[in-house]
């Protein structure tokens, strides 16, 4: 009897784990998180830090946020903000825009994109490490590597660290 008892107890603790190890491939991967911009490398060497380059990007709850703001190279403020919905699968990222406002202080330029477009691009995850492009706005790529991003866009590449 007590055989009996340990044999089914070791069957339920299996189909247990194979139900939680299941539900969790299901969610897909996990990116959720605030990041906050350490620094930005360009094409001829120069790497800006805070202050001269500021961002910060947050994944909760289905939604993306994103600010960023830095000098150019004569001195102006450029900067980005957004706000998205986001769905991320092991094979595919999509987002829906809720809405992007970019700004150029050289040219007294302010572009606002509330449209509600959606864009999706493939997805790769190999030992923890998760790829993708963001699918609008001609954003980067980006690589998500535990407590760090990487996001490489034509001109230059940024390094995140999640807050803790």
Not at 18 to 28: I, L, P, V
Not at 93 to 99: A, D, K
Not at 114 to 136: H, K, M, Y
Request: glycine share 8%.
């Amino acid at each position: 009897m007590m055989k009996r008892t340990f044999t089914i107890s070791l069957a339920l603790l299996a189909i247990a784990v194979c139900a939680c190890a299941q539900e969790q491939a299901q969610q897909g991967p996990n990116i959720e998180g605030v990041y906050i911009l350490v620094s930005r490398q360009l094409p001829d060497g120069t790497t800006q830090q805070p202050p001269d380059i500021k961002g910060l990007l947050s994944y909760s709850n289905g939604y993306r946020n994103f600010n960023i703001i830095w000098k150019d190279s004569t001195g102006n403020k450029v900067s980005v903000s957004l706000a998205s919905s986001y769905k991320l699968a092991t094979d595919e990222y999509s987002e829906t825009n809720l809405f992007h406002v970019s700004t150029n202080e050289a040219n007294n330029e302010i572009n606002y994109d509330v449209s509600g477009q959606t864009g999706s691009s493939p997805v790769t995850v190999t030992n923890g490490r998760i790829e993708f492009d963001f699918p609008l706005f001609d954003e980067p790529s980006i690589v998500f590597e535990g407590d760090n991003a990487t996001a490489t866009g034509p001109g230059f590449v940024d390094t995140w660290e999640k807050v803790k």
